[in-house]
C-alpha cells in the first residue's frame, strides 16, 4: 500500500482550531477513542509501553515524581515548543489531553492482560493498527492536534519531511532517551516505535482515498 505523506483535506476539517462544527465531532471523537484503545492494548500486553510513555518512565526516576506528573510536564514542554514551530491549539488539543486519557483508563480496565504470547503479539499489532487510524482521523478535522502529534504535524509543514518519517524520528530518539534513563522498554515498545509512522501514512492514505471516492459521487 502506498503511504499517506500529507494531511488530506476533508469535508470534516474545520477552518479554526476552535471553529468546531457538528460534522467534525465524529471523526474526532472517534480518532481520540481508538488511540486510546490503542494506548490500553499496549499497557494490557504488558510487553513494553509506547515510547512517550517510556521517556516519562525515564524522567519520573530522575525527579523523583509520578508517573503522572512526568508525563504532565513533558505534555507542557512538548507546547512550548510548538510557539516557535506556529503550532497552533484547539479544541482537538483539549479533548487529546481528556478523551485518550479516560478510554485508556476503561480499556485498561476492561481487558484483561493475556498470558498467551500469540495474544500479547495481537495486543500490540492492534494497538498500533487502531493508533494509526485514529490518528489519521482526528489529525484530518484540523481542530488541533495532541502535544506529540502537534510536534509531529508542525515539524512536518516547516521543513517539508514526511509525516511518517518524522513520527518515526521522534519514536525512536525519545525512546532511546527513555531507555537511557532507566524507562521500561519490551518487543512492543520497540515495534511500535518502528512501525507508528507507518501505520499513520498507512490510514492517511486510506482516508485521502475515500474521500475522493466521495467527492467523485
Given amino acids: 500500500m502506498k503511504l499517506g505523506h500529507r494531511i488530506p483535506t476533508t469535508p470534516w476539517r474545520a477552518t479554526s482550531t476552535w471553529a468546531l462544527r457538528p460534522r467534525m465531532v465524529l471523526p474526532l471523537l472517534v480518532g481520540l477513542t481508538l488511540f486510546g484503545f490503542g494506548e490500553g492494548l ?28 512526568s508525563t504532565a510536564v513533558i505534555s507542557c514542554v512538548v507546547l512550548l515548543v510548538w510557539f516557535p514551530l506556529r503550532e497552533r491549539p484547539g479544541i482537538g488539543t483539549i479533548a487529546n489531553l481528556v478523551v485518550i486519557a479516560y478510554v485508556l483508563d476503561l480499556t485498561t480496565y476492561v481487558m484483561s492482560a493475556p498470558s498467551s504470547p500469540a ?6 499489532v492492534v494497538g498500533v493498527g487502531v493508533i494509526g487510524v485514529g490518528s489519521a482521523l482526528y ?54 516505535a518502528s512501525t507508528i509512522g507507518f501505520s499513520i501514512g498507512a490510514s492517511l492514505s486510506v482516508t485521502d482515498r475515500i474521500v475522493r471516492r466521495f467527492d467523485r459521487d
Avoid: C, N
Fill in 119 to 124: 495474544v500479547k503479539a495481537t495486543y500490540v
Fill in 42 to 69: 499496549l499497557v494490557q500486553s504488558r510487553w513494553g509501553a509506547t515510547p512517550w510513555t517510556v521517556f516519562a518512565q525515564g524522567v519520573s526516576r530522575h525527579v523523583h515524581v509520578s508517573l503522572g506528573w
Fill in 139 to 192: 489529525l484530518t478535522t484540523g481542530l488541533g492536534p495532541g502535544p506529540r502529534d502537534g510536534l509531529m504535524t508542525s515539524l512536518h509543514r516547516r521543513f517539508g519531511v514526511s509525516v511518517v518519517y518524522v513520527r518515526l524520528t521522534l519514536e525512536i530518539m525519545v525512546l532511546a532517551a527513555g531507555w537511557l534513563m532507566g524507562g521500561t522498554v519490551g518487543v512492543g515498545t520497540a515495534f511500535f
